[in-house]
């Protein structure tokens, strides 16, 4: 006797006819009634009173009935519960850029668990180079950064266009600009960059962006990290350029003024390896979307 012999037979007696039953499954009324008769001859009992309209079990077939109704929803369970349990032992490992945790970061992934509640999600930090190889390496299996890398093996999908801004002690001159400042207005006090190492960087793409505009810092310090530039800010060392989820760092007396100038915008890039074209990558873009549009952030729809 298989589990689908159970399911033949609970099906007849709840549809109270061989005809209805061979519908409900999809299959022939003779091989259905031969089933039924093997599983009879196997059990040595008549399970149906013979010549009833409606079809109906006899006693020891309600018996039977109510014992294989157990069994097939015990193997149901069996199966749900296992391939859950195989499911959760999937792991998705997602690197990322330091500043990104102070954007949207921790909102995207928390969104994506909720939205695939048995896989195992990994964060990591790294930097963009380290992004890179272990994509390549298949140690991570997604990316969030900042810089324009090129590889063959790898894959940038622009997410938007983050807006500069730039963090000042709010006793400095600008402070007052809350509409926003030109990089020219920025270029001749002290700039605090980061990272230091390794390039490129968003320290290079800065630098990069002032001399777009003919511009070039004199007075540049590159510190290692975001929290350090900002701390030094703070503390009216000078001025830092960072992307605009950074506001979320508050010190007292640090002020956020927007970079007014077009070009002043770092891209986020979700990065993936060439040939990946998993389902998880897809909901993982699908919950950027969707706090992109809880956010009102303007983007353009990457198709993947
Ligand atoms: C964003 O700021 O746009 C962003 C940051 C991390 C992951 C996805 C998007």
Same mark, same amino acid.
């Given at each position: ?5 159970l399911?033949?037979?609970?099906a007849v007696v709840?549809e109270q006819?061989?005809?209805k ?5 999809f299959?022939?009324q003779?091989? +259905?009634?031969?089933q039924i008769?093997n599983?009879e001859?196997e ?9 009833? @309209? ?11 009935y109510?014992?294989a109704?157990?069994?097939?929803a ?6 749900s519960?296992?391939m @859950? ?8 490992t ?9 954007? !949207? ?6 969104l ?6 048995y !896989? ?7 930097? /963009? ?6 994509l390549k ?12 890398i ?5 894959k940038?999908?622009l ?14 001159? +600008?402070?007052? $600009?809350?509409q ?5 207005e920025?270029?001749?006090? *002290?700039?605090? !960059?980061?990272?230091?190492l390794? $390039?490129p960087?968003?320290s /290079?793409?800065?630098?990069g +962006?002032?001399?777009?505009?003919? !511009?070039?810092p $004199? ?6 990290d975001?929290?350090? /530039?900002l701390?030094?800010? &703070? &503390? ?9 989820? %950074? $506001?979320t ?11 007014l ?8 890039f979700?990065?993936? @390896?060439?040939?990946d *074209?998993?389902?998880?990558? @897809? ?12 956010? %009102? ?8």
């Amino acid at each position: 006797m298989e589990l689908r012999h159970l399911r033949y037979f609970v099906a007849v007696v709840e549809e109270q006819s061989f005809t209805k039953a061979a519908e409900k499954l999809f299959i022939a009324q003779p091989p +259905l009634s031969r089933q039924i008769q093997n599983l009879e001859t196997e059990m040595g009992a008549l399970l149906f009173e013979r010549g009833s @309209r409606p079809l109906k079990p006899t006693a020891v077939g309600y018996f039977f009935y109510q014992q294989a109704v157990k069994l097939l929803a015990s193997a149901d369970q069996m199966k749900s519960i296992t391939m @859950r349990e195989g499911i959760i032992k999937k792991t998705m490992t997602i690197g990322f850029g330091g500043s990104l945790l102070y954007g !949207l970061l921790p909102r995207v992934v928390y969104l994506f668990r909720q939205q695939q509640p048995y !896989l195992k999600i990994k964060l990591v930090q790294m930097n /963009a180079m380290e992004q890179i190889d272990a994509l390549k390496e298949g140690r991570i299996d997604a990316s969030f950064g900042r810089v324009r890398i090129s590889d063959p093996a790898i894959k940038r999908i622009l997410l938007r266009e983050e807006p500069l801004m730039v963090a000042v002690h709010s006793s400095h001159a +600008l402070a007052a $600009k809350k509409q926003g400042v030109k990089l020219e207005e920025i270029v001749e006090e *002290h700039v605090l !960059l980061y990272p230091k190492l390794p $390039k490129p960087s968003f320290s /290079a793409q800065m630098k990069g +962006l002032f001399s777009e505009y003919g !511009l070039e810092p $004199k007075n540049l310090t590159v510190v290692d990290d975001i929290q350090l /530039a900002l701390g030094l800010a &703070a &503390a009216g060392e000078g001025l830092c350029i960072v992307p605009e989820s %950074a $506001k979320t760092v508050q010190f007292k007396h640090l002020n956020y003024i927007p970079i007014l100038d077009d070009d002043a915008v770092s891209p986020v890039f979700l990065i993936i @390896r060439n040939a990946d *074209h998993s389902e998880y990558i @897809r909901s993982l873009l699908d919950s950027v979307y969707q706090v992109y549009d809880l956010e %009102a952030i303007k983007y353009d729809r990457q198709i993947f």
